[in-house]
């Protein structure tokens, strides 16, 4: 049976070149203008015979190579013929976008022969580089795919809500609530249990001064979970092999990828230094204050002598200190002064200041 389809492609085969190349053969001979002979009925036949008696000595050749092929297919893994197969139908693109200006020149044989060897060339390179060259291209595949995934994971790393850690200065000093009531402060509030408990130490001591302070700042945690529109969340766990509770807050921000909230200078550099975020209120406090430049003018009113000669200490509404130089003879009442600098730290902001009467006498 495969002996019979093997004759047939041959004389398919034999008839197609005899078309299209015995056509250009006579063209170079005195029998072109034999009409008889040169006709595409007559040299499809001929090229057809000519196949055919090939056969009786090509086709045990043929049919023994394509048993070969049979088998060498059948042994290979399916993931090579997908590629070779993709491989071979590249080549033949490849063929056939070089074999358009070629097939284009007028030269007999030259024009129809170079693009059918150009097409088993190519085919058979695209095969060939198909499968041997799979796992590269699986690999590139895979990488992009891996880096796709990686980028989707990282996103899905990157916590959806925010931690605000309180720290026990930020909720003794009070403004945390208010700060929380006008929406300034987002996500969710975090309260560490070695937090409460360090308030509740502060609140049990024999010191009136910090009892009071213990007390109000758990009057401020309740405010904050019972009256505010924030979630709160306590924070169960705790460090033994701490003993700081700063270090703690620190360690935990770490943990859940949140921020410190707190008030403590010292606790602010920390966390700058461990890389651990953080919002300090008396920046905040600082960053909403009226600015304040050299030569303004100021209405205050002396409290205090300072700490260094004939200095006076004044207070704005916000409690910023006011150093008044040459102010100790108006402590109690009410002057016009001069600002001459301001010292803005994370501590807070002070503003010298000198009388505007001096000013004048100047």
Not at 125 to 143: A, D, H, N
Request: glycine letters at 8%.
């Amino acid at each position: 049976m495969l002996k019979r389809i093997v004759q047939g492609c041959f004389l398919l085969i034999g008839g197609t070149l005899g078309v299209f190349l015995l056509d250009d053969l006579l063209k170079l001979t005195s029998l072109n203008d034999v009409a008889l002979i040169n006709n595409s009925y007559t040299t499809a036949i001929v090229g057809a015979i000519i196949f055919f008696l090939l056969t009786f000595w090509a086709v045990g050749y043929v049919v023994n190579f394509v048993k070969w092929l049979e088998d060498t297919l059948m042994n290979l893994p399916a993931i090579e013929i997908i590629f070779g197969s993709i491989g071979l139908m590249l080549g033949l693109l490849l063929a056939f976008l070089f074999g358009l200006p070629i097939s284009m020149v007028e030269i007999p044989v030259f024009d129809t022969l170079i693009p059918i060897l150009l097409s088993l060339f190519l085919g058979y390179m695209g095969f060939q580089v198909g499968i041997k060259k799979r796992e590269e291209i699986i690999s590139l595949f895979t990488i992009q795919s891996r880096q796709k995934k990686k980028s989707v994971e990282e996103e899905a790393d990157v916590p959806s809500t925010s931690f605000k850690i309180l720290d026990t200065s930020v909720i003794i000093d009070g403004r945390i609530a208010d700060i929380c009531q006008t929406g300034f402060l987002d996500g969710v509030i975090v309260i560490p249990q070695f937090v409460l408990e360090e308030l509740q130490h502060i609140a049990d001591s024999s010191d009136a001064l910090k009892r009071n302070r213990g007390r109000r700042g758990l009057d401020i945690l309740n405010r904050i979970q019972k009256e505010l529109p924030i979630e709160v969340q306590i924070y169960e766990g705790d460090f033994e092999d701490i003993q700081e509770v700063d270090s703690k807050l620190v360690k935990l921000a770490k943990i859940m990828q949140g921020i410190v909230v707190t008030n403590d200078f010292n606790l602010n550099k920390v966390c700058d230094l461990q890389g651990v975020q953080v919002l300090n209120i008396n920046d905040l406090a600082n960053a909403v204050k009226p600015v304040v430049l050299p030569g303004e003018e100021m209405h205050v009113q002396v409290i205090k002598d300072g700490k260094e000669h004939n200095q006076g200490i004044a207070y704005l509404d916000d409690g910023t200190m006011i150093v008044v130089e040459e102010g100790k003879n108006y402590i109690g009442r009410y002057i016009d002064v001069l600002v001459t600098s301001v010292l803005q730290t994370s501590a807070g902001r002070m503003i010298f200041a000198k009388p505007k009467l001096l000013e004048k006498a100047l």
